[in-house]
């Protein structure tokens, strides 16, 4: 099977289109940048996503809407890059 390809230029400027093609046909594209393979845009495969992960996700979102309607929450970009460090630090 030869390998369909795409440039830099081409992903950026027809993503969604590349995208949609990837899911319709199941077949992957490599991104060349500076004629090198860089990235690959592939399916997503059902098995990626495991009980756990979705048991996580289910988590994280009940809590954050319980935190919100709590009224603990975050506005704007600069507060939440605050928030983000500080977490981060806490879990360095």
Do not use: C
């Not at 081409?10 to 990837?22: C, G, I, P, Q, T």
């Not at 009980?51 to 809407?65: F, H, K, P, R, S």
């Amino acid at each position: 099977m030869v390998a369909r390809t795409a440039s830099v230029a081409d992903a950026r400027n027809n993503f969604s289109k590349l995208a949609e093609n990837v899911h319709d046909t199941g077949l992957p594209i490599v991104v060349f940048r500076h004629s090198k393979p860089w990235v690959k845009i592939s399916p997503v495969v059902e098995e990626d996503f495991s009980e756990e992960y979705v048991e996580a996700m289910d988590e994280i979102i009940a809590e954050g809407l319980s935190a919100y309607e709590e009224g603990r929450f975050v506005v704007g970009t600069a507060t939440a890059k605050k928030e983000v460090a500080q977490r981060l630090a806490a879990h360095a």
